[in-house]
DNA sequence: CGCTATCTGGAACGATCGTCAAAGTATCGC
DNA sequence: GCGATACTTTGACGATCGTTCCAGATAGCG
């Protein structure tokens, strides 16, 4: 019938990521973001119809790859402390593993795109409370089996849960020192006592 | 000798303070500051220099005003749990305040300029580190008298209540509930026992 | 009351913004 | 191999960006 896509859509979406998560939303144009895909502008505009179809785009791949796995993790089974420990190591881990200064795009979009669009606030708010969600479930699990406290019910330990990686996101990005970033990850695990 | 300023530096950089808060940096532009303010943009780069200038007077405002007296209230002599506990209400209602959806400079700044500009990065820390000096001093001091945990050390229960409360202005932003954000910064100073 | 130094508002700068139309190119069914 | 179709590229669009400059306004000094 007709010429098929040359490009991998994932792969753009992925590049443009990098651009997002390093240079903010407004802070990134068109052009960087054409560079970092290698695409040309008319590509970018027919697959993802704007500046906004793309950052939509890009911010359902993060949650597919970064808030997915973790709720997977959180209901794999296992111990309840041993995996959202897991969860905050790999946080500091994302926070702190390589130099390129690429900061969480959740936390990012809460700042600077939440206020703006609706649309990234229900992708936001669906995010956190499908972790707070399976943090609920796990924790309730838990504490029918006397494995962490009852002093606080379920519904808000998972919240402060999430609400303590959010802020590790941001410690991390004002002085992404790993060794401080565990300890304090420690102290927030020591809330299930 | 010649004609006196007309205009209210302080008063300005408090009008330029809400566009920051609710635009973000790259989002605001001249004419976004020109209006708040009611300047003209050649009076505006007469006194800061340039768009850079005028964000760091507003940081260094928005540090004054709200960093400043949250020191000086832990460093007031009060009992340490109940002083803790009076800075995160007073963040939490700072955050779900008004319907202004004004966010935290600190933490936009951390997300969008910290990797940008120097300047901001060494604000930003500076700011974080007095605030966690001044709650160390406060924690370390009700170790002795036996008022709070010793299970953890006193820096690393400053660091970790900073991060809460970084992560409760995030979580605020996704979802402004005041209850829920009250109750996870009650879990946050059960860390603490 | 001029003179002059400084401040003020706004016009205008080149650059860049997000967007899109048009031309070129490659692929498929026939 | 040819027409039809869809994708890619290019460049230019008007708008807006941060910044600068300038003419007019205003205050203190002689």
Redesign the interface.
Known sequence: MARTREFDLDAAVDAAMDVFR??????TSMRDLSEATGLGSGSIYAAFGSKDGLYLAVLDLYRQRYATPMVDLLRSGNDARAVIREVFIGTVDDITGDGR?L??LI??A???R???DVRV?ER??ST?QSLELALYDLLAEAQLRGQITT??SAT??A??L??????????G???PDRA?LT??A???L??LD
């Open positions: 390093s240079k903010g939303y407004e802070g200064h900061s969480c936390v990012g809460s700042m600077e939440a206020h703006q606030a936001l708010r956190t002093d606080r808000d330990l919240g402060f999430v609400t303590s990686l959010q802020g590790l996101r941001v410690m990005a004002i002085n401080a300890r304090y420690e102290v927030a020591t809330c």
